[in-house]
Each structure stands twice: as C-alpha cells, then as structure tokens.
C-alpha cells in the first residue's frame, strides 16, 4: 500500500495562475530574478516563426534558460519596450493562458509596433514553467522592423 504523501502533489490551477500572473507581473517591472527564476531550466519558448527570425532576431524556438536570455538579450538590443499590460490570466491544472498587450519600438527604424499575445504556458509539478507558446500576428512587428525605403521597393 502507498504511504502518506509518497505520491507527488499535482499543481493546481490556483497555484499554476499565480506563478504565471507574478511571472509577467516580473517582466512588467523588469525583474531578471522574478523572470529567470520560475523557468524550468529546460523551458522551450516558441515565440513566433522560425522564418521571421533574419528579420526580427528574437522571433522563434528557444530552448533552455540560458538561450531564453540570448533570446531576451536579441529582444532588448533591437527594440525598446514602451508599454507592456498583462490583461488577464486564466490556469487549469498545470496549464495557463496570459493574454498581453505590448507595444515597442524598433531601435533601426524607429518605427513603433502594437501586439496582442496570447501565450499559452505549460508548467511541471514543481510549479516550473516548461513551455511557453507565444501566438500572435507578426505583421505589425515585421512592418516596424522593415524600413520604409524597403516596402516602397518592394511595392514596385
């Protein structure tokens, strides 16, 4: 027969939602520690097409911490955030959905881009997160990374 507590907790969706909000909650403020730290040290983040990455260098798979920071590393040498709100959160079990609005401009064009995200979160029984899947339009994102003198040229 099984021992008392031999059998690992499942996470549950009121926990896996507050990990998930105070994880955004650390991107808002710009908290490296509250960012990195409920990342499962294998986390998978698919952010995005591997296409749009010779455009936009932050865009597609990233697997791990360490290249997550590559990965947010890309993201702040190209574009600068200036509005960023977490709109809601919404968990069942090890599962959550943030819906996010960001706004950023691209630091080569200056041109300024509006996203709504929807990030879809798959945490571990630890209450680390292990994937994150970024949906999204990558339009208005590729329009701020393309020079004007760019879309001219190609309209032609």
């Known amino acids: 027969s099984d021992m008392l507590g031999s059998k690992p907790r499942e996470l549950d969706s009121e926990t896996a939602k507050t990990i998930v909000t105070n994880w955004y909650n650390a991107m808002g403020r710009f908290d490296i520690g509250g960012i990195f730290g409920p ?19 932050y865009l597609g798979a990233w697997h791990g911490r360490d290249a997550f920071g590559e990965g ?7 574009s600068q955030i200036t509005g960023f709100k977490l709109r809601d959160v919404v968990a069942q079990g090890k599962h959550a959905a943030a819906w996010i609005y960001s706004k950023s401009t ?35 994102e590729l329009q701020a990374f393309t020079p004007d003198n760019f879309i001219a040229w190609f309209a032609n």
Not at 44 to 56: C, N
Not at 72 to 78: F, I, L, P, V, Y
Not at 107 to 115: D, F, I, P, V, Y
């Open 106 to 140: 691209c630091l080569a064009t200056g041109k300024e881009c509006e996203l709504e995200i929807v990030q879809w979160i798959e945490l571990n029984d630890e209450g680390k997160i292990t994937k994150v899947t970024a949906i999204f339009d990558p339009i208005p």
């Open 72 to 78: 947010s590393k890309a993201r702040n040498d190209t």
């Open 39 to 57: 990342l499962d040290e294998n986390v998978e983040f698919l952010i995005g097409s591997e296409k749009y990455r010779p455009v936009i260098p």
